[in-house]
């Protein structure tokens, strides 16, 4: 049974706010998430886990 309250580890409304505008930029538009996070990665720039976006 769930108790209707969020793991310790999910983001914060601002930080999921801040990860779909992230997701929203002209040059991450078209592209999974799995990319988008791969390429900021990449840059040395972690938001969340590979999956947080996608729930």
């Known amino acids: 049974m769930s108790s209707g309250l ?25 592209l999974p998430p799995a990319q988008i996070w791969a390429r900021e990665l990449d840059e040395g720039r972690y938001w969340c886990s590979e999956r947080c976006p996608c729930r």
């Open 6 to 30: 969020a793991p310790a580890s999910a983001l914060t409304g601002t930080e999921r706010a801040e990860v779909l505008a992230l997701m929203n930029r002209p040059q991450y538009a078209d």
